[in-house]
């Protein structure tokens, strides 16, 4: 190799190393107050932040005299403000890096939770796969701090049991961007989890003695390690509805039971369970195995319609009829699709006379379908869906009866 080459390979490495060298302005991971969870409650001078942050010295195991995690809470009126004041509590700066969840409380998400978007958006250190859950009869900061068995960090139970809508048809999952995408677009609208505190009887008891002056609140609101230490959990986190939005305001709820008929109309596959009742005295449950959902629209007419073929086996029958025949095969689907089409019927109206709001994207449908008409439309769609005409037509078939044709008791 010549001189000039070896020249030239020297300068190429020495730059090579000199980029090679580092972040710039480097933070020690012990000089960081690594954040795992968020609850934002809205309050009439502003809002309440609280950070769930993460302890070091307990998770490496030095001290077995602590939990992992420990919550700081300050007031601001706007959710900067709040945060600022809470990473000035502490030497260590706060990093939202590690960010799994935010949850938010009614009064917040009634008013309206675009600031909250507006915040985790110009963060650099925000990461877009977080979610946001809405605390539901309950202050954020509550259900945030809840301890449970299967995780002492809450806020990563809180983050897996927002992001299990796969073995479950009463949840959904949308990550920070595809909230945002939802909450600016008038195709659909946003459809967030939604969590409770569910106490035992044993709990309740406890609820008196507080009332009286006796008692703890930590303990009440299951932030210590005492709700883990009996078999029957004192205070639990439930997700049992989902928040139906207005682009980022709050318009209602909805229970298990209209969860799983919304997670139907979208044709997420999950896991779907329909049970009937027959001539009032018996009933059947049936057990989806595939499930496919389609929407098409006639904007014109100002009318839509949903069709849902599901086909699965029956998981438990008392009804006295020989399930061996194909026939009563027949039968007992016809039972099942028309009790079906009722609670659809119903759940249809709820969304559109009382929440009125498009969650299952019927603008979207008509943007492909028929952009034309949609373009006219769009600009007060808001008004049109509460008067659209939603017809259902359903197939359902049963393609097993299990490993036993009937049981005779």
């Known amino acids: 190799m010549s001189i000039k080459k070896l020249i030239v390979a020297g300068w190429m490495t020495l730059c090579m190393i000199t980029f090679l060298t580092g972040c710039l302005e480097p933070v020690e991971i012990n000089k960081l107050g690594i954040v795992s969870g968020l609850a934002v409650d809205q309050?009439?001078?502003?809002?309440?932040?609280?950070?769930?942050?993460?302890?070091?010295?307990?998770?490496?195991?030095k001290t077995t005299n602590?939990?992992?995690?420990?919550?700081?809470?300050?007031?601001?009126?706007?959710?900067?403000?709040?945060?600022?004041?809470?990473?000035?509590?502490?030497?260590a700066a706060l990093s939202l890096s590690h960010l799994n969840v935010m949850v938010i409380n009614e009064a917040f998400a009634e008013a309206g939770f675009a600031p909250l978007l507006n915040f985790s958006l110009r963060r650099?250190?925000?990461?877009?796969?977080?979610?946001?859950?809405?605390?539901?009869?309950?202050?954020?900061?509550?259900?945030l701090n809840v301890i449970t068995a299967l995780d002492l960090i809450p806020a990563n139970q809180i983050n897996i049991s927002n992001r299990v809508p796969s073995r479950t048809e009463r949840l959904t999952s949308y990550n920070l961007y595809e909230t945002v995408d939802m909450v600016?677009?008038?195709?659909?609208?946003?459809?967030?989890?939604?969590?409770?505190?569910?106490?035992?009887?044993?709990?309740?008891?406890?609820?008196?003695?507080?009332?009286?002056?006796?008692?703890?609140q930590a303990t009440q609101n299951g932030s210590t390690l005492n709700n883990i230490l009996d078999i029957t959990v004192p205070v639990q986190l439930r997700f049992e509805h989902l928040a139906v939005f207005q682009g980022d305001k709050?318009?209602?709820f909805m229970n298990d039971a209209e969860a799983q008929l919304y997670n139907m109309v979208l044709g997420d596959f999950k896991r779907y369970d329909i049970v009937t009742k027959i001539e009032e005295d018996y009933y059947t449950s049936f057990g989806v195995t595939k499930i496919d959902s389609k929407i098409t629209t006639d904007l014109a007419q100002n009318e839509a319609t949903l069709q849902l073929s599901l086909s699965g086996?029956?998981?438990?029958?008392?009804?006295p009829i020989?399930?061996?025949?194909?026939?009563?095969?027949?039968?007992?689907?016809?039972h099942l699709k028309s009790s079906l089409a009722q609670d659809m019927t119903d759940f249809v109206n709820k969304v559109q006379t009382e929440?009125?709001?498009?969650?299952?994207?019927?603008?979207?449908?008509?943007?492909?379908?028929?952009h034309h008409v949609w373009k006219e439309k769009e600009g007060y769609w808001s008004e049109l869906f509460p008067e659209l005409t939603l017809n259902i037509e359903i197939e359902l078939e049963v393609n097993s009866v299990g490993e036993i044709g009937n049981v005779t008791l």
């Open 313 to 319: 086996l029956i998981f438990e029958n008392t009804y």
């Open 322 to 334: 020989d399930l061996t025949n194909q026939e009563n095969l027949v039968v007992i689907s016809e």
């Open 124 to 143: 650099f250190d925000v990461r877009p796969d977080i979610s946001i859950v809405v605390a539901k009869d309950a202050a954020a900061s509550d259900i």
């Open 355 to 370: 929440l009125k709001s498009d969650i299952f994207g019927i603008g979207g449908k008509a943007y492909y379908q028929e």
């Open 250 to 252: 709050l318009v209602g």
């Open 66 to 91: 602590a939990l992992p995690v420990y919550s700081l809470k300050a007031e601001g009126t706007s959710i900067h403000e709040a945060y600022k004041k809470l990473d000035d509590m502490q030497s």
């Open 184 to 216: 600016n677009t008038n195709t659909i609208n946003t459809v967030l989890n939604a969590v409770t505190l569910h106490r035992e009887q044993t709990q309740l008891d406890e609820d008196h003695q507080l009332e009286a002056g006796m008692g703890n």
């Open 43 to 61: 309050t009439d001078d502003g809002y309440i932040v609280t950070a769930q942050i993460l302890n070091p010295a307990a998770i490496s195991g």
